[in-house]
């Protein structure tokens, strides 16, 4: 990680307690979460640590690189990397896979743009600060992280429900480079990226699913926002809805055509049924031979960007795990 001076005008920007270390970050946070193990609550002091975990190829040092030191427990796990100056903890990183890596929330010098969305480690909790009742996801042990899901994804011998499953567990979020190549690298997708590469991959490798991408404009309420994605979405939906376009596939299973909707994860897959729409009722285009301007098209036509957006900010904060 050489110092590298230059700060990009998009970039989220960090530093320890002493400034002496800077970094940047050249893409957004994948997810956020907060961790309850014994490790994280002796380094911290505290009954979690909160961290937000991003692709380590993202992540530039600034200034400091001399400062900062390493650390890993003598057992194993993920390498600690802190200020050897003020003692100032910020990140930490897969020792095998510098790509895996995780920053501090308290270390961004403003709002990160993520929220923790999940707790990991709480079959070790401190007995001495009970975990809120915030609706969060919950592990006893480690979050998985989706590197798994990526070898699902590319693996030319997963079956169809390895694949969906794989689709459906990345998180959600909008890569920096809004393609099927950027929601591999930066392992997240939304209902556009993660439906084109799911109806090519059908198609190269079931052919007989012959997949079909769908484009549905509907009207979303607060009502049903809240039923779908919970409270904090519901909260960015105006009065009257808002209108957006989703996108799905529909394939052929056991001699029938099914819906299937990956945007986010939900109870397992049984391989014929349908997945329930991650949106509401509406009007249906199925797509033709350039779905990504037919749906650019259609979101002219009938969006509100001013209240889309947002929309879509609270999606990928909320990681329903995280339509749009």
Same mark, same amino acid.
């Given at each position: 990680?050489?110092?590298?001076?230059?700060?990009?005008?998009?970039?989220?920007?960090? &530093?320890?307690?002493?400034?002496?270390?800077?970094?940047?970050?050249?893409?957004?946070?994948?997810? !956020?979460?907060?961790?309850?193990?014994?490790?994280?609550?002796?380094?911290?002091?505290?009954?979690?640590?909160?961290?937000?975990?991003?692709?380590?190829?993202?992540?530039?040092?600034?200034?400091?690189?001399?400062?900062?030191?390493?650390?890993?427990?003598?057992?194993?796990?993920?390498?600690?990397?802190?200020?050897?100056?003020?003692?100032?903890?910020?990140?930490?990183?897969?020792?095998?896979?510098?790509?895996?890596?995780?920053?501090?929330?308290?270390?961004?010098?403003?709002?990160?743009?993520?929220?923790?969305?999940?707790?990991?480690?709480?079959?070790?909790?401190?007995?001495?600060?009970?975990?809120?009742?915030?609706?969060?996801?919950?592990?006893?042990?480690?979050?998985?992280?989706?590197?798994?899901?990526?070898?699902?994804?590319?693996?030319?011998?997963?079956?169809?429900?390895?694949?969906?499953?794989?689709?459906?567990?990345?998180?959600?979020?909008?890569?920096?480079?809004?393609?099927?190549?950027?929601?591999?690298?930066?392992?997240?997708?939304?209902?556009?990226?993660?439906?084109?590469?799911?109806?090519?991959?059908?198609?190269?490798?079931?052919?007989?699913?012959?997949?079909?991408?769908?484009?549905?404009?509907?009207?979303?309420?607060? !009502?049903?926002?809240?039923?779908?994605?919970?409270?904090?979405?519901?909260?960015?939906?105006?009065?009257?809805?808002?209108?957006?376009?989703?996108?799905?596939?529909?394939?052929?299973?056991?001699?029938?055509?099914?819906?299937?909707?990956?945007?986010?994860?939900?109870?397992?897959?049984?391989?014929?049924?349908?997945?329930?729409?991650?949106?509401?009722?509406?009007?249906?285009?199925?797509?033709?031979?350039?779905?990504?301007?037919?749906?650019?098209?259609?979101?002219?036509?009938?969006?509100?960007?001013?209240?889309?957006?947002?929309?879509?900010?609270?999606?990928?904060?909320?990681? &329903?795990?995280?339509?749009?």
């Amino acid at each position: 990680m050489p110092d590298s001076p230059a700060v990009s005008d998009s970039a989220l920007t960090g &530093a320890c307690l002493c400034e002496g270390v800077r970094f940047e970050l050249t893409a957004p946070p994948l997810t !956020a979460g907060y961790c309850h193990c014994t490790r994280c609550q002796r380094r911290t002091g505290t009954a979690s640590s909160a961290q937000a975990r991003i692709d380590g190829r993202t992540l530039r040092l600034l200034q400091g690189e001399g400062l900062l030191k390493m650390w890993r427990h003598p057992e194993g796990g993920h390498e600690k990397l802190f200020c050897s100056e003020c003692g100032a903890h910020l990140f930490s990183r897969d020792a095998e896979d510098h790509t895996q890596m995780s920053v501090r929330l308290g270390a961004f010098d403003g709002d990160p743009g993520i929220r923790p969305s999940w707790r990991s480690f709480v079959a070790y909790a401190a007995p001495w600060e009970p975990i809120p009742d915030d609706g969060l996801e919950r592990y006893d042990e480690a979050k998985p992280r989706p590197a798994a899901c990526i070898d699902a994804l590319l693996s030319a011998d997963a079956s169809l429900l390895d694949l969906v499953e794989a689709v459906r567990a990345l998180p959600y979020g909008r890569p920096s480079d809004r393609t099927v190549e950027g929601m591999l690298r930066e392992q997240r997708g939304t209902c556009s990226t993660k439906h084109l590469f799911l109806a090519r991959v059908l198609a190269e490798r079931f052919p007989e699913t012959e997949p079909l991408i769908v484009h549905r404009v509907y009207t979303l309420d607060r !009502a049903r926002a809240h039923e779908l994605f919970g409270a904090g979405v519901a909260e960015v939906i105006p009065e009257d809805g808002l209108v957006d376009v989703h996108r799905y596939i529909t394939a052929r299973l056991h001699g029938r055509r099914v819906e299937i909707d990956t945007t986010f994860p939900g109870t397992a897959w049984d391989g014929c049924s349908a997945l329930p729409l991650a949106c509401g009722p509406g009007e249906d285009y199925p797509a033709g031979e350039n779905p990504d301007a037919e749906k650019r098209a259609l979101q002219e036509q009938h969006c509100d960007p001013a209240i889309r957006e947002p929309f879509i900010a609270a999606l990928a904060s909320a990681d &329903a795990d995280d339509g749009g």
